[in-house]
Structures are given as C-alpha cells and as structure tokens.
C-alpha cells in the first residue's frame, strides 16, 4: 500500500483529501505544519507528499528544497496544493522540484486521480526498467535501470517528472512532441490548463543538461506544435 504523506495548516482539507486518499486505498500520512512535515518525511519516507504552499512555520517552497536536497527522498513526487493562483507562484514551485501543482479550490477526485497517476507511473518505471537498458543522444544518456541521467558522464538531478518527460523525448528522437502529447505521454494524464507546467519543466531540463540553455542543443522548440529532442 501506497504511502501519500498531507500537509496543509487547514484542517478541513487534510480531512477532506486523507478521506479520499484513503478511500482510493493509499496509507495517509498527515501534517499540519512544516516542522511536522519534515520530521515525518524523515521518518516515514513516504511515497508521494501533497503539500500545500502556505504553512505557518515555513512555506512549501523550504519543504520542497529539502525534499530535492535529501538523498533518500529526492525522487519523491511532489504534488503542491496552494490557494494562490498567480502564475509566477506556481512556476517557482515547479522550478524547485515539484512536479504538479493543484489550486484551491479543487476536486477531491481529481486531485487522486493525480495521486495515482504519479504513482502508476513509478511502478511501471520499477517493472519494466530493468529490461529496457539505456537510452543516449550525444553526451546525454539515461539509465533506466537506475533511473540516472549524465552529461558527459557527470550525474544530472531530475524530479520524476522531468525524468519521465525526457525519457519520452529520448524514446522518439526527431519526433515533434505537440504540448498535449508530452503532458499526457510525460505527465500521465491530459488535463486543460497544463501548458505552462510543462514549460517550466522543459526549461527545467534545460537548465540541468543544456551546454547553454538559451541555445538548446537537445530539447528544441518546433513552434505551434511543441518540443523534439534533436537526435545528435
């Protein structure tokens, strides 16, 4: 069974998404603060946090930075839940690590309908990985197996998502992704309104294998369509 660790300072939420949470048969964990939050990561390593951005003691952004720093949790997916709606917010959550983000208010269904998608996806990753090798384009290669990503030959930290996303990419080189395609093939799931999250993982991507991120080498833009890897 799963493990999904909550942490939000609203009650009635925690209530409201463990119920569902547990429903859809998940181990819920749950916080009500960041200091909570952290000593429970640290003990418990959860499968998956939902953690909210605005917490009384430290904000989701500080959570996030521990979780991605942390050699034993740094894989975990992180799905932000927050009531700001400023796109600039939602950015720089995704930009420190976090690979989705739900605004208040929500759908309990659709918000474990993300919950399973992320995890769907890191238990196909752990059947099938072990037979599938490795996939490679000039200095960049991925071990599936061991689900590592290096630049000539040196180590490169990827979220899940950005895991997923370029391995996509590297399953077609040349192949022009449109938006839809990468969100749902990368993500798991399509959903409106996503655009602008894939974005910000691309140039996540970017900035982690890119020579030069303002002149792509690997992840180029095909324009009114979406993103290919160009094969080297």
């Not at 992704?177 to 996503?194: H, P, Q, V, W």
Request: net charge negative; proline share 5%; no cysteine.
């Amino acid at each position: 069974m799963s493990k999904i660790l909550v942490v939000d300072d609203d009650r009635d939420i925690v209530r409201l998404v463990r119920g569902y949470l547990e429903q859809a048969g998940y181990d819920v964990l749950f916080a009500y603060d960041g200091q909570t939050a952290v000593a429970t990561l640290r003990r418990e390593r959860p499968d998956l946090v939902v953690l909210d951005l605005m917490l009384p003691d430290q904000d989701g952004w500080d959570i996030t930075r521990f979780i991605r720093g942390d050699r034993h949790l740094k894989a975990m997916p992180i799905i932000m839940l927050t009531a700001r709606i400023d796109d600039t917010d939602k950015i720089v959550g995704l930009e420190l690590g976090a690979d989705d983000y739900v605004t208040k208010p929500f759908n309990p269904r659709e918000l474990v309908a993300r919950v399973r998608s992320q995890l769907r996806r890191l238990d196909l990753n752990s059947d099938l990985d072990h037979d599938l090798g490795s996939l490679h384009t000039g200095k960049l290669r991925m071990d599936l197996g061991q689900r590592i990503v290096t630049v000539d030959q040196v180590p490169i930290d990827l979220t899940p998502t950005e895991f997923e996303i370029l391995r996509v990419l590297l399953e077609s080189p040349g192949y022009a992704f449109t938006r839809d395609e990468l969100i749902e093939k990368g993500m798991g799931y399509a959903y409106a309104g996503l655009g602008r999250t894939l974005d910000s993982h691309i140039k996540n991507l970017r900035r982690k294998i890119e020579p030069d991120p303002k002149k792509p080498t690997y992840i180029q833009t095909v324009y009114g369509i979406g993103y290919r890897l160009q094969p080297l």
